[in-house]
């Protein structure tokens, strides 16, 4: 779990004592592209996972960052105010 927060494919939240009490999963196109930035990722890597990528039709890196603002926030609820 560590490694996966760190290298940025997982976030978390500690509750209470429990380390790992809420964990989010990224989604993986941004967690690579985050260590392609950082160059983490070599050349050959790169280029096999942009091939795989475009064989699946994953989401790409800036198909997700134009819904970026687009948050669903879960358990809230607004009111109607009279």
């Given at each position: 779990?560590?490694?996966?927060?760190?290298?940025?494919?997982?976030?978390?939240?500690?509750?209470?004592?429990?380390?790992?009490g809420l964990v989010a999963v990224v989604h993986?196109?941004?967690?690579?592209?985050?260590?392609?930035?950082?160059?983490?990722?070599?050349?050959?890597?790169?280029?096999?996972?942009?091939?795989?990528?475009?064989?699946?039709?994953?989401?790409?890196?800036?198909?997700?960052?134009?819904?970026?603002?687009?948050?669903?926030r879960l358990g809230t609820r607004r009111r109607?105010?009279s």
């Amino acid at each position: 779990m560590r490694l996966l927060e760190s290298l940025g494919f997982i976030q978390t939240k500690q509750i209470g004592n429990e380390r790992y009490g809420l964990v989010a999963v990224v989604h993986p196109a941004i967690a690579v592209q985050a260590l392609r930035d950082k160059k983490l990722v070599e050349d050959p890597w790169w280029n096999n996972y942009i091939t795989l990528k475009a064989q699946t039709k994953e989401a790409t890196f800036e198909a997700l960052q134009a819904r970026k603002g687009k948050v669903i926030r879960l358990g809230t609820r607004r009111r109607k105010t009279s």
